[in-house]
């Protein structure tokens, strides 16, 4: 089983519509992390979590909400899609225990805002 | 502005031959580094981590750190056409209060067999 699970794999939505993007691991790290990959524009943090009761905004966090829902799950929030929030959505742990640096990615979620 | 930059290639390499890849980055007071390998339509995968000067070597695969330089490079040796990927160098950037993981935006690596 992987460690890192990220749901839905792709979704294609319309403007307007509100989507959640889900991460699950069992890896037993405390930190976890929303990354999305655009061509051209490389891997942008969007928003990042040390623990459940830690939230904080990374470089590009507008338009987006984030919910830490237990250790093993975080979840990313398009209140309202728009066209350019289509990208890749990559979800990261990382474990405080050994520094806490080295992420691990999960499978991504090809979301696209038509 | 704090940068990690990366040459965007394609770098193309015969199979068998030493691949070279170069990260510049622009905060002094980094300490972490890491390179990653991203196959196309995957998902980053870790495969070198460094923090200190000098060289760290993990089978074929060797990261170099130069902090005064502010420079990291990875070397693939005895390169094999399944390391043709994109090659992703990402540094914890400095900040007041705030913790990121900085990419660059990879290196293509096509190994020619």
């Known amino acids: 089983d992987a460690d890192v699970t990220q749901t839905p794999r792709n979704r294609i939505t319309k403007t307007g519509k509100r989507i959640m993007l889900e991460c699950s691991q069992t890896?037993?790290?405390?930190?976890m992390y929303w990354y999305r990959q655009d061509p051209g524009l490389g891997l942008r943090l969007i928003y990042y979590?040390?623990?459940?009761?830690?939230?904080n905004k990374g470089e590009i966090s507008d338009g987006y909400s984030v919910s830490r829902q237990a250790q093993a799950k975080f979840s990313l929030s398009l209140e309202s899609a728009i066209p350019n929030q289509t990208a890749l959505y990559f979800c990261?742990?990382?474990?405080?225990?050994?520094?806490?640096?080295?992420?691990?990615f999960g499978p991504g979620t090809r979301l696209t805002v038509l | 502005q704090k940068e990690v930059e990366q040459n965007s290639g394609p770098l193309s390499v015969p199979e068998g031959a030493i691949a070279s890849l170069n990260c510049t980055y622009s905060?002094?007071?980094?300490?972490?580094f890491f390179w990653y390998r991203q196959y196309s339509g995957k998902s980053p995968e870790l495969i070198m981590s460094?923090?200190?000067?000098g060289d760290k070597e993990d089978g074929r695969f060797t990261a170099q750190l130069n902090k005064a330089s502010q420079y990291v490079s990875l070397l693939i040796r005895d390169s094999q056409p399944s390391d043709s990927a994109t090659y992703l160098c990402?540094?914890?950037?400095?900040?007041?209060?705030?913790?990121?993981?900085?990419f660059g935006k990879g290196t293509k690596l096509s190994v020619i067999p």
């Open positions: 890896k037993g790290h405390d930190r």
């Open positions: 990402a540094v914890i950037l400095s900040g007041a209060g705030s913790y990121q993981l900085t």
């Open positions: 979590s040390f623990d459940v009761k830690d939230i």
């Open positions: 905060d002094r007071v980094s300490q972490s």
């Open positions: 990261a742990t990382s474990d405080t225990q050994t520094g806490g640096d080295e992420q691990f």
């Open positions: 460094i923090y200190s000067n």
